[in-house]
C-alpha cells in the first residue's frame, strides 16, 4: 500500500488520501467510517480490514474514513503488515485527528497543562463531552461531521457503514443521514448502552448517552454485534430494531493459523503462550502467576517449562509502564518472559512456537474476545482464564483439547495448568485436526461475508424479506430491512443535548 497513489482533493487540508484516483465507474459507494483501520496496531483492525474487502468484493466501491496513522503512534503503534492484505482499490482517508492526552513530547504542551496536568486533563475531557457524551473522543465531533458531509458532496455516498468504538462516530452518522438521507448501518462490535465487562446497563434510555443511541440507530438499516448476548440487550431495549439487530462475529484469519505444530517434548519442557493486549487488572494477572508458580512446584515437567507473555500492555505514557510490566519482570525466575508485541504476519509462526495456548479475558456473558476464534483455529490445547459464565466458553463448547475455566482460585488455576500440560503431551493429530475442524465455521470470512450480503441486498432493494438468517457459529438474526426515510420537516426521534 505504501507505493499507492496519494489523492488529497477528495478530503481536503490536513487529510492523507491513500488509493486510487478515480473510481470505477458504475459501482455503487460505500464509506466505511473505521477509526481504527489498519495500519492501527489494535485488534479492531482485522474486523475493520476483512469488512472493507468484503464490501469490496460484493461490488462496492470503499473510501475508509480513520485519523491520520501518526495518531496510532502515540497509542499501540503501528502494525504496516496489517495493511498488506487491503485490497488495493480500497481508498482511505485519514483525518487530522489526535488523542492529546496521549502526547509524550513536552514541548507540544502547553503552560496550564505542564503546570497543572490533573487540571487540564479535567478541562479537556468536559470540552469533548460538551460536544458529544465520549470523554476521549468527543471532541473529534466537528472534524468527523465536517469530514464526512465534505466527502460526500465531492464523491457521493450510496451506504455508510459505521463502526464504534470510539461511538463519536455515530454523530457524523445521524448529521450525514440528517443532511443525504444515506443509508447505513451500525457495527457496534461491542455496545455502547451495555457494560459488557461488568454486565448490565452502562446509561439510562432518558440520559444523553441513551438519547444519541437511540437516534443513531432508528433509521440504522442494520446493527451488528459480536455475540448473541449483546444482541439480545438492543432487541430487548429498542424492540422496534429486533428484527435488524444481527449477531455478525469476529472469528479469525486464516493467514494467523499456524501450518504446522511442533511435537511437545517433556523433556525439554513446555511452552505456554499468551497473545493479546493485557487489558486485565494487574490483580487478574498476579492470580495467574501465583497458579503459575505453584503447579511448577507440584509438576516436574511444568517445573520445566515457561510461559510467555506476548502483546501489548498500556498506551501512551504508560506504554509498558504499568504494574503488570513490573509482575511479568518479578516472575521471570519462574520462567515468565515478556516479548511484546506480535506483528500480525508472525502470528502463525508465534502460535507454532508454542504448546498451549493460555486465553486471559476479561468480563463475562457479554465478551467473546476476537482471540477466542483464532486460539480455536490453532489446533493447540486451549486453558481458559477467565469468569466460567463467559461467551468465549460457548464458543470453545466441544474443542477436543480445551481447559475449561474455574474463575481466579489459585490452587483451582494451578490444577487447570497441570491439565492443559497432560493435553499437550498426549493430543493426537486427530485430536489437533478436530479442533480446527469445529473452528473453521469461525473463519472471519464466513462470519462477514453473508452479513455483507444481506445488506448489499437490503440497500440495493433485492433482500427477500421476513426470513429467519442464522449466522454460522450460532446466534439469532432476522431479515435486514432498511428502514423508511423521512422528510426532511419530520421530527427528531429524540432531543439531542449539542
Known amino acids: ?48 480490514r476483512e469488512t472493507a474487502n468484503q464490501l469490496y468484493a460484493a461490488g462496492w466501491d470503499v473510501t475508509v474514513i480513520t485519523i491520520r496513522r501518526e495518531s496510532w503512534e502515540q497509542e499501540f503503534g503501528l502494525d504496516h503488515t496489517l495493511s498488506d492484505a487491503v485490497h488495493p482499490d480500497v481508498r482511505i482517508v485519514e483525518l487530522p485527528l489526535e488523542r492529546v492526552e496521549l502526547e509524550t513530547n513536552i514541548r507540544r504542551y502547553s503552560r496550564y497543562r505542564s503546570v497543572h496536568p490533573v487540571g487540564w486533563n479535567r478541562r479537556s475531557m468536559a470540552r469533548s463531552e460538551a460536544l458529544f457524551p465520549e470523554p476521549a473522543f468527543g471532541g473529534w465531533r466537528p472534524v468527523l461531521e465536517e469530514a464526512l458531509l465534505r466527502l460526500h458532496d465531492r464523491d457521493p455516498a450510496d451506504l455508510l457503514v459505521t463502526t464504534c468504538a470510539p461511538y463519536v462516530n455515530l454523530a457524523a452518522t445521524v448529521r450525514l443521514w440528517e443532511h443525504a438521507r444515506v443509508p447505513y448501518i451500525v457495527d457496534f462490535r461491542d455496545g455502547w448502552s451495555i457494560d459488557v465487562v461488568r454486565g448490565g446497563t452502562k446509561f439510562p434510555a432518558d440520559s444523553v448517552e441513551g438519547r444519541w443511541e437511540s437516534r443513531a440507530l432508528a433509521h440504522a438499516v442494520a446493527v451488528w454485534c459480536v455475540n448473541e448476548p449483546i444482541a439480545q440487550h438492543y432487541r430487548d431495549r429498542y424492540p422496534e430494531l429486533a428484527d435488524r439487530v444481527e449477531v455478525v462475529r469476529n472469528g479469525y484469519d486464516t493467514d494467523s493459523v499456524p501450518a504446522r505444530l511442533r511435537l511437545p517434548d517433556a523433556e525439554a519442557g513446555l511452552t505456554f503462550g499468551y497473545l493479546g493486549s493485557v487489558n486485565f487488572t494487574p490483580e487478574f494477572l498476579g492470580t495467574v502467576l501465583d497458579a503459575w508458580r505453584a503447579a511448577r512446584r507440584e509438576d516436574p515437567v511444568l517445573a520445566r517449562s515457561r510461559l510467555e507473555v506476548r502483546g501489548h500492555i498500556g498506551a501512551g505514557l504508560k506504554r509498558e509502564d504499568t504494574p503488570h510490566t513490573e509482575l511479568l519482570r518479578a516472575a521471570a525466575p519462574d520462567g515468565v518472559a515478556f516479548g511484546g508485541p506480535v506483528a500480525k504476519a508472525r502470528v502463525a509462526e508465534t502460535y507454532a512456537g508454542w504448546d498451549v495456548v493460555v486465553l486471559m479475558l476479561v468480563g463475562g456473558r457479554y465478551v467473546t474476545s476476537g482471540k477466542v476464534y483464532e486460539v480455536m483455529a490453532s489446533g493447540l490445547p486451549v486453558l481458559s482464564v477467565h469468569e466460567v459464565d463467559h461467551d468465549a466458553s460457548s464458543v470453545l463448547d466441544g474443542h ?18 497441570r491439565h492443559a500440560a497432560n493435553l499437550a503431551l498426549t493430543a493426537t493429530a486427530q485430536d489437533r485436526a478436530a479442533a480446527r475442524a469445529l473452528a473453521a465455521r469461525y473463519a472471519r470470512p464466513a462470519q462477514l461475508q453473508p452479513a455483507v450480503q444481506r445488506l448489499t441486498a437490503a440497500v440495493r432493494g433485492d433482500a427477500p424479506a421476513g426470513r429467519d438468517r442464522r449466522p454460522a457459529g450460532g446466534g439469532r438474526t432476522g431479515a435486514v430491512h432498511p428502514p423508511a426515510a423521512r422528510r426532511p420537516d419530520d421530527a427528531d426521534p429524540a432531543p439531542v443535548e449539542r
Open 400 to 417: 477436543p483439547l480445551w481447559t475449561p475455566p474455574v474463575g481466579q482460585d489459585p490452587e483451582r488455576l494451578a490444577d487447570s495448568f
Open 1 to 48: 500500500m505504501g507505493g499507492r497513489r496519494r489523492l488529497g482533493s477528495v478530503a481536503g487540508k490536513g487529510c492523507r488520501v491513500v488509493g486510487p484516483v478515480r473510481r470505477r465507474a458504475g459501482r455503487p459507494h460505500a464509506y466505511y467510517l473505521a477509526i481504527g483501520f489498519p495500519p492501527a496496531a489494535k485488534s479492531c483492525a482485522y474486523r475493520m
